[in-house]
């Protein structure tokens, strides 16, 4: 694979916040790739950019780019994508640090273009090498319903204190589960009376979390859906305390757990995601073992798809599942070690796209490329419908 042409520019995404986007041009044609941004970000996730911030990471990566035009690389699988690591190793050493959004996004297109080189799709070129190409199944959505936390604006001056309220069909095929949802989504603006959307598209409401969940069992009653949501805990998490302000009451460890374990009876939740702050494995482990048979105890701030914390988190028995964020890591050959890890420890994986989002719809082929369970995103707006859309296609691809 030549590389003729590389250029980085710096593109706004769906938070209207900078990020980064790459065009590469090899003998195949042009590839492009973006990074999405969280704001619940997990402490343990890689930096995104350099500490002086995007503007620095574009000059440094700028530089890079200079320095790999007129290289060949030779990009078989997703392994090989060890030689541009060397190099952004030697190149970060001597510069500075470009961060997990800018290696993210070099990785990403690089794999773009080495799928076109070798005439496949970006989730075949992936699969073939993960699954040896056996044909793979489709994931199921786990779509965001309603918002609140660190996602929504303050609607009559209150917002639930959880992240996301979610909604998880299950049907024979993906564009199924994607109508079901979209009919659901419009089914809960209804009972919730809500005008606005939030990051991901969620409805915004001034509900507590249980008024929320009330609703949300409506609706997944009605349409046959299993329902979640993201506590997204370590954003209202200090010293010790949870501080909930949408009824005003503080939960220590231990209520917190209780708490969770409650919401998971009473609602009949089956997905359950950060329930606990970020550090606390002992306290996912309590949810877990309390978990109704088939439930899932996500990890995603906890786990931060680093690999030394998956490992402990499953050690401990502290999560059946986990979110696969590539940007948390920042490197593709990282996501493959976790995948390969989940694999072989039957822990359901959920590829998730981040509250930022760009129209790339890479997130779509990896989730079917590395045989995710589930692909989390939005039920509604551009750059989530793009990478829904694109499961869709490749579904349709499938079978025909
Ligand atoms: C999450 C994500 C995506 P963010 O917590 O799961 O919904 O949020 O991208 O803000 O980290
Ligand atoms: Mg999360």
């Known amino acids: 694979m030549f ?7 710096i593109i706004r995404n769906s938070r209207n916040e900078k990020t980064i986007q790459i065009e590469l041009t090899t003998y195949e044609g042009k590839f492009i790739a973006s990074a999405p941004s969280g704001k619940s970000t997990g402490k343990h996730e890689v930096p995104s950019y350099n500490s002086k911030g995007i503007g620095r ?14 290289k060949n690389y030779l990009l078989k699988k997703i392994d090989d994508l060890k030689k541009l ?9 001597r510069f500075g640090r470009m961060g997990g959004n800018v290696t993210y996004t070099l990785d990403a297109v690089f794999l773009k273009a080495a799928a076109a080189d070798k005439n496949k799709e970006l989730w075949e070129f992936i699969n073939d090498e993960v699954n040896n190409g056996l044909k793979p199944k489709m994931p199921m959505p786990v779509g965001n319903c309603i918002g609140g936390g ?12 959880f992240q996301e309220f979610l909604l998880i069909p299950k049907e024979a095929s993906f564009s199924k589960a994607v109508t079901k949802n979209f009919h659901a989504y419009l089914y809960a603006k209804g009972l919730l009376k809500a005008q606005k959307r939030g990051d991901e598209g969620a409805w915004r409401t001034d509900k507590t979390n249980e008024e929320v969940l009330d609703i949300l069992k409506k609706v997944g009653k009605k349409y046959g859906v299993r329902i979640g949501m993201d506590i997204a805990a370590s954003t209202f998490y200090d010293k010790g305390y949870y501080l909930y302000k949408n009824k005003n009451l503080i939960r220590d460890k231990v209520d917190q757990a209780d ?12 997905y359950m995601e950060d329930g606990m702050q970020e550090e606390d494995f002992g306290g996912f482990r309590e949810t877990l073992s309390a978990a109704r048979k088939g439930a899932l105890v996500v990890g995603d701030d906890l786990t931060t798809t680093n690999l030394a914390r998956v490992r402990r988190a499953v050690a401990g028995k502290s999560i059946n599942a986990m979110i ?15 995948v390969e890890f989940c694999k072989r ?3 359901k994986m959920i590829f998730s796209h981040r509250s930022g989002e760009t129209m790339d719809n890479a997130l779509a082929d990896f989730a079917v490329g590395f045989g995710a369970h589930f692909i989390k995103c939005g039920i509604y707006g551009r750059e989530r419908l793009i990478k829904l859309k ?5 579904e349709k691809g499938l079978n025909k």
Do not use: W
């Open 3 to 9: 590389i003729k042409r590389v250029v980085p520019r």
């Open 57 to 70: 990471s574009r000059v440094l990566l700028k530089a890079f780019c200079k320095r790999i035009t007129g």
């Open 85 to 93: 690591r060397s190099a952004i190793g030697k190149f970060e050493a």
């Open 150 to 161: 660190l996602h929504s604006k303050l609607t009559r001056g209150k917002r639930p204190d």
């Open 259 to 270: 708490y969770m374990e409650r919401l998971a009876k009473k609602f009949g939740v089956f």
């Open 324 to 338: 696969i964020k590539p940007n948390q890591i920042g490197s593709m050959i990282e996501v493959k070690k976790v």
């Open 345 to 347: 420890h039957k822990i």
């Open 390 to 394: 694109r499961v869709m296609d490749i």
